[in-house]
């Protein structure tokens, strides 16, 4: 292993982490919610009374990349890989995130917040099999 | 929840992913790839996030129900699952939702794929309460999630 210094950007990373973790404090502080996206995407599919409170986080969350945009250039959001990667890495994302009732920001930021042990196993479970994933593509396969 | 808050909300979580990072999927999986030239920038990500985020939470803690500590097997294969799926794309939910901005047809067909996964998930818990009917048991005696008892 060696360190992709080109690459690092600790403060930038920091000062973004910090914004979500205000933007999920919040959220909890204010409407007693876990900002866990996955969870917004899955309501979705439910019509009860806050399908338009949810609709409108997504649209912030969309619209997010272009008021940064105007302000400084953007790495490219688009990942570099072919459309079968596409098509099964967004099902099992969608799929895996549900059956854990959970993701990257409802357990690796809300659940860990919150010192939850489930939310500390999901995240160690996630953070394994996608390094284990990257490993096989990048290095065997 | 009122809309115009929750859109404050998505903005502010968004602009905090393009900030951090996140929202490139070639960076995440830089961090992911813990075997090449590692790139540890995400693990900033968390220390900010979590860090706010233990102050934030104990401060909003009579808002919220006691988190749950239950670990069961849906947990782990899911989280399991999900992993695979964030290794191969470097997309996890919100940097994907964020990516429907750039209308790149593979960020629309990642997100849309990610729907099916979601209602597939849906599909099968209402099947099983279906089936538990049919049995005879309770259904959703588990939970509100027939799948996963969540």
Request: glycine share 16%.
């Amino acid at each position: 292993m060696s360190i992709d210094w080109q690459n690092f950007t600790p403060w930038a990373s920091l000062l973004g982490g910090i914004a979500i973790g205000i933007a999920a404090g919040l959220l909890a502080a204010r409407s007693g919610r876990i900002l866990g996206v996955s969870g917004f995407v899955s309501g979705f599919f439910e019509r009860d009374r806050e399908w338009t409170a949810r609709l409108a986080l997504i649209a912030g969350l969309v619209l997010a990349p272009l008021v940064v945009g105007a302000f400084t250039a953007q790495p490219s959001a688009v990942p570099d890989v072919g459309w079968t990667a596409v098509i099964a890495g967004g099902l099992l994302v969608g799929f895996g995130t549900r059956l854990a009732s959970g993701c990257t920001s409802g357990h690796g930021v809300c659940g860990l917040s919150r010192l939850s042990l489930r939310s500390a196993v999901a995240t160690g479970a996630f953070m394994a099999s996608a390094m284990a994933t990257v490993f096989v593509v990048r290095h065997i396969a | 929840m009122r809309p115009i808050f929750s859109l404050a909300i998505g903005l502010l979580f968004g602009v905090g992913l393009c900030v951090a990072g996140m929202t490139a999927p070639a960076k995440v999986q830089g961090f992911l790839d813990v075997a090449g030239t590692w790139d540890p920038s995400l693990a900033f990500v968390m220390a900010g996030a979590i860090g706010v985020g233990l102050v934030l939470f104990r401060i909003a803690r009579r808002r919220l129900p006691a988190p749950s500590h239950r670990v069961d097997a849906a947990l782990v294969v899911g989280s399991l699952l999900f992993g695979v799926g964030w290794g191969l794309v470097g997309y996890c939910p919100g940097p994907a939702l964020a990516a429907l901005s750039s209308l790149d047809p593979k960020a629309l067909t990642f997100v849309a794929a990610m729907l099916a996964g979601t209602g597939l998930h849906r599909l099968v818990g209402s099947l099983r309460d279906t089936a538990a009917e049919l049995g005879g048991e309770r259904a959703g005696e588990a939970g509100a999630c027939g799948a996963c008892g969540a």
